[in-house]
């Protein structure tokens, strides 16, 4: 992988682990290995952002999820995340999401979150991945209930890297500021059935209970899906730049399973659902399963 591709993943890493420290400039270049000048002009080359926007719109958005969550007032919320007054706070927190912290705090209105995607992980993607030893596998029988899934379709993605050039990457940040039945959103790959002409195989959208009236972002619509059975498929915890391998090493495995092992079969006339990649808790997948 290039020089480059690692230098701003380093300085990625370094912001978040400092976000609510001082980050200059200068500390950046240190960690990259190169000069500020050529630091901050690979930095905007390979996230479309200056290392100031990139500092602004991450600790907004960390600001935020600490307002959804309670128990966070304003002013330690503006303080903690390194804005030197209130004010100055709001007036950034307005601007980049149409709000003041105080009304969504209120009233939780969906807002575009900024989540950042090291930029390691994008190059990854183009490279082979070969997977020839399966990682051990944890597979367990859940059940959901009807429910409704509001979510944003794409036009003819298969995939998330596909989506997020199709609708852009800000819709994981909008369903990750709403609430959700399991506290998180969700990945679906939907049947023919909840398709509509036109549109894509791989949607992102929030599961919440079927008689939530919920807030629909504009762009996005509301599904509703029955009670269903699904085993759940999780692998191993990872370290971020086996990103790729891990995704594979699970699927691959959930291919090769037999569910008549269990008593049941495969059902895809419901939505397979893949839960947000997190090294420390492993790569998850549901797919739909009916008795025998």
Not at 18 to 46: C, D, G, K, M
Not at 183 to 206: D, F, H, I, K, M
Not at 217 to 238: N, R, V
């Amino acid at each position: 992988m290039k020089e480059q591709v690692l230098a701003v993943q380093r300085m990625q890493e370094y912001i978040e682990t400092n976000l609510e420290q001082e980050i200059t400039l200068a500390a950046l270049a240190q960690v990259s290995h190169f000069s500020p000048w050529h630091a901050r002009r690979l930095f905007q080359q390979y996230t479309g952002l200056t290392p100031v926007e990139y500092i602004r719109r991450l600790r907004l958005s960390r600001s935020a999820v600490r307002l959804k969550q309670g128990g966070c007032r304003v002013i330690d919320a503006a303080y903690d995340l390194g804005f030197g007054s209130v004010d100055g706070y709001q007036r950034a927190f307005q601007r980049e999401f149409g709000c003041n912290p105080g009304q969504y705090a209120r009233t939780k209105v969906p807002i575009p979150l900024f989540i950042p995607y090291g930029v390691q992980y994008r190059e990854q993607r183009k490279e082979t991945v070969s997977m020839e030893q399966l990682q051990s596998l944890f597979v367990q029988l859940v059940r959901k209930p009807e429910r409704k899934v509001i979510l944003k379709r794409g036009i003819r993605a298969e995939d998330y890297f596909t989506y997020c050039e199709e609708v852009g990457c800000d819709v994981w940040g909008i369903l990750t500021s709403m609430d959700a039945l399991e506290g998180e959103p969700v990945c679906l790959w939907l049947p023919e059935a909840y398709r509509r002409p036109n549109t894509s195989v791989y949607v992102q959208g929030v599961e919440v209970a079927a008689d939530d009236p919920g807030v629909v972002p504009e762009g996005f619509e509301t599904i509703t899906l029955p009670p269903a059975e699904y085993l759940m498929f999780q692998g191993e915890p990872f370290r971020e730049e086996d990103y790729s391998s891990a995704i594979l090493a699970v699927q691959h495995g959930m291919d090769r399973y037999d569910p008549s092992f269990l008593g049941y079969q495969w059902d895809d006339t419901v939505p397979r659902i893949q839960l947000e990649p997190r090294g420390e808790r492993g790569y998850i997948e549901l797919r739909g399963v009916r008795p025998l």
